[in-house]
């Protein structure tokens, strides 16, 4: 006859005085503890260190302003053959002309603009020199790369919207995001240390 192990009889005593969903949720967390011997833990998932406010904002916008460009593109040849009918071909290729300057002029210019903006940043399991940076893609979803802590350096770009700078990358962190454990002190230190290690061109002599 088996014996339960004192552990397992324990776990059982405990798990049976629980509700019933948490029951369930602690039979399939037991199930897993006794098939891998180890207990359950989330040193295996990506950490949030970083969120961006507006992340919905810039992804609702860059999808609104494709749908507009898509937009003049398909009716670019509908607006033609109705003005080409109606014997005004010369006023049909003007509007479609503006149909796509406005389309893909808002696109363009949102795409440089949010490009930079930080989404989200991901601890990376395993790697505690690196992160997983969340930028927009051009149709508004997620491009995830991975960021080194030591090629964090001061963004030396015009762009309106930059914070640091990474393998010729430049991000952008939202003043009002919401930085998580010590990410702020971490980011800050990174950025200040290549700002004071970068040399200083007009103090760079002696005077001499």
Not at 45 to 52: N, Q, S, V
Not at 91 to 110: E, P
Not at 133 to 151: C, K, L, M, N
Request: proline share 6%; aromatic share 8%; with cysteine.
């Amino acid at each position: 006859m088996l014996r339960c192990r004192p552990a397992l009889r324990t776990a059982l005593h405990c798990r049976a005085s629980l509700p019933c969903g948490l029951r369930q949720l602690s039979s399939r967390l037991l199930c897993r503890q006794l098939s891998t011997g180890e207990p359950d833990t989330a040193s295996d998932r990506p950490k949030l260190l970083f969120e961006g406010p507006k992340a919905a904002m810039v992804t609702t916008m860059k999808r609104v302003s494709i749908g507009n460009l898509t937009f003049a593109i398909t009716a670019t040849p509908l607006l033609l053959y109705a003005t080409q009918i109606g014997g005004a071909p010369g006023s049909g290729i003007a509007m479609s002309a503006l149909l796509l300057a406005f389309g893909g002029g808002t696109t363009a210019g949102l795409t440089f603009i949010t490009k930079t903006y930080v989404k989200r940043i991901l601890t990376i399991p395993g790697q505690s020199a690196a992160m997983a940076v969340v930028t927009p893609t051009f149709f508004g979803g997620d491009r995830s790369t991975q960021v080194e802590w030591d090629a964090i350096q001061v963004a030396d770009s015009m762009h309106p919207f930059a914070t640091f700078e990474a393998d010729g990358r430049i991000y952008y962190l939202d003043e009002m995001g919401l930085p998580h454990d010590d990410f702020a002190e971490k980011i800050e230190a990174a950025v200040n240390w290549t700002k004071a290690d970068k040399p200083d061109d007009a103090g760079g002599s002696d005077g001499s």
